[in-house]
């Protein structure tokens, strides 16, 4: 209450205007945006990406994490250019995107999925270096052989600790580099919300679009993935139970 009493205060003080939005703007822009059903619109349509985006990027960045963790010629070569890749902003795909897909939902998707991927197999690979190999040599005298069934049943579980960490850190890349792609998607989304209202000088609506945006990404963190990652640390032994 007292955050919002200075907030108002600031802006009459101030005279922001048109720089920034007063409280009672933001609550009129949330309101007219959920009434009208367009920000409830851009919010599952950027989820929809989102998901689709992230579990692709799961997929893809648990094989190369078990790609470069069992060959070592693998790891030495395309694992290094991954390192590389990890450091460039999944931003700077963006013209590439265009080129390939054109101003669609593929465009953004695919730039959400390089956003997310190479944390995933980075901490996919770590994971799976660091499993025990006695743990390995048994389940090898057990039958489970050196192939994906080795990999599904041995690995995935064994490594979840760091897969959970890595999981949680690429929902937070994908969803940045889902509001970087959507700022030029065609259609409904929280990113393309972002730039019409840009347009229009309607800096409410963008405030708004932030908050939405920094909600989410905080009750998918603390109310889904850190709940797990403690379920997993606590039942790995990591830590104690609380």
């Known amino acids: 209450m007292l955050l919002l009493i200075a907030w108002e205060m600031g802006y009459r003080i101030f005279n922001w205007g048109w720089k ?128 994906f069934r080795m990999f599904f049943q041995v690995m995935v579980p064994a490594s979840f600790p760091h897969l959970i960490t890595g999981v949680r850190v690429a929902w937070a890349f994908a969803w940045r580099a889902l509001t970087a792609g959507e700022l030029i998607a065609k259609g409904l989304g929280l990113g393309q919300t972002l730039q019409d209202s840009r347009s229009i000088g309607d800096t409410a609506t963008i405030l708004c679009v932030v908050i939405i945006i920094a909600v989410i990404g905080t009750i998918s963190d603390h109310l889904c993935f850190k709940r797990f990652e403690d379920r997993i640390m606590t039942r790995y032994g990591l830590h104690s139970a609380k």
């Open 20 to 147: 920034f939005p007063s409280p009672l703007q933001t609550y009129q822009a949330f309101y007219d945006g959920f009434t009208d059903g367009h920000l409830l619109g851009a919010i599952i349509s950027s989820l929809r990406r989102l998901l689709i985006s992230f579990v692709i990027a799961i997929g893809i960045g648990t094989l190369l994490g078990f790609l470069f963790a069992r060959y070592r010629f693998f790891d030495e070569t395309f694992g290094f250019l991954v390192v590389a890749l990890q450091t460039v902003p999944s931003i700077a795909w963006l013209p590439f995107a265009i080129i390939w897909f054109g101003l669609n939902d593929t465009a953004v998707i695919f730039i959400t999925t390089i956003g997310a991927t190479w944390t995933m197999s980075m901490a996919s690979r770590t994971g799976i270096m660091n499993i025990s190999k006695i743990h390995l040599r048994a389940a090898q005298m057990m039958g489970t052989g050196n192939g």
